[in-house]
């Protein structure tokens, strides 16, 4: 596998890392409301929805009929996390 397959591999472990600790945790750590994440293409979002399950909510930045190499960023991108 060459070093940008790597750096994906590397990238996709670390978000499921992330969501994992915060979905198995005790509850504590999750809000009132849920969770919220943010995923920057929809493959990553159905991993996401998958592993927190009924505690909390995950959208997508790009839509699911978008080629993720041609997205073009936008300012709302950056909102989009902070809701």
Known sequence: ??????????KIAMVLVVVSLI??????????NGLKV???LTPYQSIATEIIGDKGTVES?????QDA?????K???SI???R
Not at 61 to 65: F, L, N, Q
């Open 1 to 10: 596998m060459g070093g940008e397959g790597r750096n994906i591999v590397a």
């Open 23 to 32: 979905a198995f945790s005790d509850g504590s750590a999750v809000p009132q």
């Open 38 to 40: 943010v995923a920057s």
């Open 61 to 65: 930045i790009a839509a699911a009929r």
């Open 69 to 73: 190499h041609f997205v073009q960023a």
């Open 75 to 77: 300012p709302s991108f």
């Open 80 to 82: 989009t996390p902070a």
